[in-house]
C-alpha cells in the first residue's frame, strides 16, 4: 500500500532555531500533501496544503513566514518551523491523498519540543 | 458551525463487550466521504473504516462497523468484542467531496478517548 515516510519522529531544538521535518511517499507520487499540527490532547488541524510545483495554501492563522512548506518533487514535501518558540511545541503530521476512495495515509508524525 | 462532532470526550468499556462511538456531521455537498481513526498514544493514525455518501450499505470492516444514518448526518462507529488494544483516541473525519476528484482534505473531529476495562 501506499506509504508516506515521515522524519524526524521526535526533534527537540532550542528556541530560535529552524527544523525541518520532510514526508516522502514511498510508492506513489504525492501531488498533494496536508500538514496538520496537533496539541496534546486535541484534534488535528490543517495547517496548510502544497502541491508539487506550487505556492502552499495556508488555513486562516497560519503564518506562512514561519512554517514554510516546499514540495518541489512528487515524492517529497518538507515542513521547516522557522525561529521555533516553545508554542510551536507540537505534534506536526503530515497526510497524502492516494486517489481511492479511503486512500489517505499519514506519515508517523513528528513530536516537536522546543527548549 | 462545527463539521465534525464527536460528543463523547472519553469513554470507558468492559473487554469484550460492544462500544458505539458518537459522530455527526455537518456539509451540504452531497458527495462526501466519512472515515473513522485509531490514534495511540505513539501518534500514528490507524484507518479503521470508511463510508461514501451514495453507499446505501453501512460500512464493515472485521470488528468495525459504521451505523451511517444519513437524514440524521450521523456516523458512529461501532466496535464489537472490544480488546485491551483498542484503547486509543479515535477520530471521525470528512472528506468534502468527490474522491478521485481533485485533492480535498480531511477535517477532523475532536475525537474520543476510549480506555478497554479488563
Known amino acids: 500500500g501506499a506509504v508516506v515516510s515521515q522524519h524526524p519522529s521526535r526533534v527537540i531544538c532550542k528556541s530560535g532555531t529552524s527544523v525541518k521535518i520532510e514526508c516522502r511517499s514511498l510508492?506513489?507520487?504525492?501531488?498533494?500533501m496536508f500538514w496538520y499540527r496537533q496539541f496534546p490532547k486535541q484534534s488535528l488541524m490543517l495547517m496548510a496544503t502544497?502541491?508539487?510545483?506550487?505556492?502552499?495554501?495556508?488555513e486562516q492563522g497560519v503564518e506562512k513566514d514561519k512554517f514554510l512548506i516546499n514540495h518541489a518533487s512528487l515524492t517529497l514535501s518538507t515542513l521547516t518551523v522557522t525561529s521555533a518558540h516553545p508554542e510551536d511545541s507540537s505534534f506536526y503530521i503530515c497526510?497524502?491523498?492516494?486517489?481511492?476512495?479511503?486512500?489517505?495515509?499519514f506519515g508517523s508524525g513528528t513530536r516537536l519540543t522546543v527548549v | 458551525a462545527q463539521k465534525i462532532t464527536q460528543t463523547q470526550p472519553g469513554m470507558f468499556v468492559q473487554e469484550k463487550e460492544a462500544v458505539t462511538l458518537d459522530c455527526t456531521y455537518d456539509?451540504?455537498?452531497?458527495?462526501?466521504?466519512l472515515f473513522w481513526y485509531k490514534q495511540p498514544s505513539s501518534g500514528e493514525m490507524i484507518f479503521l473504516i470508511y463510508?461514501?455518501?451514495?453507499?446505501?450499505q453501512n460500512a464493515t470492516e472485521g470488528r468495525y462497523s459504521l451505523n451511517f444514518q444519513k437524514a440524521r448526518k450521523s456516523a458512529n462507529l461501532v466496535i464489537s468484542a472490544s480488546q485491551l488494544g483498542d484503547s486509543a483516541m479515535y477520530f471521525c473525519?470528512?472528506?468534502?467531496?468527490?474522491?478521485?476528484?481533485?485533492?480535498?482534505?480531511?477535517?477532523f473531529g475532536k475525537g474520543t478517548k476510549l480506555s478497554v476495562i479488563p
Open positions: 463510508q461514501g455518501s451514495y453507499d446505501q
Open positions: 456539509t451540504s455537498d452531497p458527495s462526501y466521504g
Open positions: 510508492d506513489f507520487q504525492a501531488t498533494t
Open positions: 497526510s497524502a491523498p492516494t486517489g481511492s476512495n479511503y486512500g489517505y495515509t
Open positions: 473525519a470528512m472528506r468534502e467531496g468527490e474522491s478521485g476528484a481533485g485533492s480535498y482534505q480531511l477535517t
Open positions: 502544497s502541491n508539487e510545483g506550487s505556492k502552499a495554501t495556508y
